[in-house]
């Protein structure tokens, strides 16, 4: 089966996300290179901003999302396809699994929206395809915040199996994270209570913060 590269679509400015494109616009004169209206994303032929949608084929749609906070124009994809199709979203470097990104243009404020606001919204089975494999030792960190959540010790032992293999741990899902993600779960007074704080934005800057300087 050939397959024809219609568009790259990089959720973010950084080289390790966007570096190819000037490359892969040599290969595929064509190509749609799609990203962040304000995030100046290297080889981007296509601005977008929040809301902005895109379509692939006859059957796939691409809602864009503006999530910033590790860049200040991140944008994550939304995708869904045929009715009985689970939705996935593509979210970069602002929700990992089990994790979020560091803070390198954005506040707390904004990664508390655009982890519990814009992508907690979500429907629960979208499957979530993050931008790095950091899920064990997001997993071992977060239960250092939350040591008696079973859910987080039970995924970091299926984590830690899937590596082992050689296999990866992506995707989560929008209902897991909400399950073993604390950066996600801090609308939760008891999670709030965890890290010291009474106020969501306030518990994920301390948690991130922690994070930071965590070297387990």
Known sequence: MELTLRLSSPTHHHWDHAGGNEKIK??????????????????????????????????????CLHTPCHTKGHIS?????KEEEVPAVFTGDTL????????????????????CVTLGSLPKPTRVFCGHEYTVKNLQFASTVEPDNVS??????????????????IPSTIAEELETNPFVRVDLPEVQEKVGCKSPVEALRE??????NWRG
């Not at 994809?77 to 396809?81: A, D, N």
Request: net charge positive; hydrophobic share 35%.
């Open 152 to 169: 987080i010790s039970q995924k970091l032992s299926w984590a830690q199996q899937k590596r082992k293999a050689g296999l990866p741990t």
């Open 207 to 212: 948690m991130r913060q922690r994070k930071d």
């Open 77 to 81: 994809y939304y995708i869904t396809g």
């Open 26 to 63: 040599q290969l595929v004169p064509d190509i749609k290179v799609y990203g962040g209206s304000i995030d100046n994303v290297q080889g981007c032929t296509n601005k977008v901003e929040n809301g902005d949608k895109m379509s692939l084929g006859a059957d796939i749609n691409i809602l």
């Open 96 to 115: 990992f699994i089990a994790g979020c990104g560091k803070f390198f243009e954005g506040t707390a404020e904004q990664m508390y929206h655009s982890l």
